[in-house]
């Protein structure tokens, strides 16, 4: 069965793709990966054939505006700009799923090029298989994650959905209708996501049900698989093996805390390294910082208290630390709360403030919009966490995620819905 498969975004969202990719062509199915300019490598490292989008995630998310706007919470203008965007890159994205996907019997999405791919796929014949990585449709156990953190009454959680969609359809039908007319469907009626449902159409839901134990009513063709991991092996391709200097300063003193904002806005990196000295100093804590995207120069600082640092194992060196402290990315949530660290997320948008929500129901973390960030928010959010019972409930926590296997999962659940 030819698979193709696009895992458009930042690493958050092509490291899962990759893993997932490399499990079904090691199944035996003929596998296609498209990715980011900047993350191809990551396909690569895992022998996976791996084809270049043209496009670099890396430039657009560090667009000077856009980092603004997320910074300060504008959302509004952040998702004007982002359809701006796609409305520039159309024709080259088009060309590129359209390329990609030729004669292939399955087409396989994440949620940042959802809309394009389902088009595409129908036009094609093959079959379409969403893979989402927070929930993203209607159910009663949570509201829409555009419209609230809350939890509301089920009927009212339901109802956020119809005000998405109908708020939605006016923005994204043109889109879809354009891209339709270009492969030679006629215009939808319908939106992807029912759509999709129409067509019975499998989506992955590629996270822990431990993070989402109240969502009950999804069945087999929303199957929640658990986090898609990679195994030690492929960690050591996509990291390397723990830099030693890195593992000395870890042996050095106390568990640190990890500080990690991956992709996201930080307008002045020297500012936020000065925060997290001004609060890890209040705390008596060293720290971990996990430089991500932005500039921070990599070593210690402030007398070996503080160590800052680029790519790295997650998976080996999370277990080391006290506590995290990140932007609450799908797969860095999963990965905190894996190891067992009491976690505050600083949420930008998307489904960052979701899983900030749910690791504060669950007893294991605090969050905090990132535009909210200071010394005394973090102070407040994070010293909490240091007590005990946090850390006893996430350990807790960590082995129930631990027991699950989430690549195998997602690959079984789609050989099982995926025709040949």
Known sequence: ??????????????????????????????????LNTDLRWLGQRLGVRTSDLELNAREFMESEQGRKWLASGDMASYVRWLLDYKR??????????????ADADVVISGSVTELEAAVISEAAGAQY???????????????HMVVSREVF?????????????????????????????????????????????????LELQIYSQHLVPELTEWGPRRPITGFPF???????????????????????????????????????????????????????VRALV????ND??????????????????????LPRCLAAVHHGGAGTTGSSIRAGLPTVICGVFADQPFWGARITALGVGNTLAFSDLSPDTLLAALEPLL????????????????????VTTAAEAFERTVKA
């Open 1 to 34: 069965m030819r698979v193709a498969m696009v895992g458009m975004g930042t690493r958050g969202d092509a490291q899962p793709m990759v893993v997932l990719a490399a499990e079904l062509a090691r199944r035996g199915h003929d596998v296609d990966l498209a």
């Open 88 to 101: 520039r890159i159309a024709d080259l994205l088009h060309a590129k799923l359209i390329e990609h996907t």
């Open 129 to 143: 298989v969403a893979v989402h990585y927070a929930p993203m449709r209607s159910n009663s156990a949570y509201p």
């Open 153 to 201: 009454s089920p009927e009212r959680n339901l109802q956020t959905y119809e005000q998405v969609e109908k708020a939605n359809c006016p923005v994204f039908a043109p889109f879809v209708n354009e891209l339709r007319a270009k492969v030679g469907l006629e215009p939808a009626t319908l939106g992807t996501a029912a759509r999709l449902e129409q067509a019975g159409s």
């Open 230 to 284: 990679p195994s030690d092996e492929q960690q050591a391709a996509l990291n390397g093996s723990v830099d030693p200097e890195l593992d000395r300063w870890l042996d050095a003193g106390d568990k640190p805390v990890y500080f990690g904002f991956g992709s996201m806005p930080i307008l002045d990196p020297q500012a936020a390294l000065a925060l997290i000295e001004q609060v890890s100093g209040k705390l008596g």
């Open 290 to 293: 996990g430089a991500g995207w």
């Open 296 to 317: 921070l120069d990599l070593g210690t600082a402030t007398g070996g208290r503080i160590r800052v640092v680029g790519e790295f194992d997650h998976e080996s060196v």
């Open 387 to 406: 007590a005990g019972r946090f850390a006893e409930r996430a350990r807790q926590l960590a082995a129930k995620l631990r027991s699950e296997d989430g």
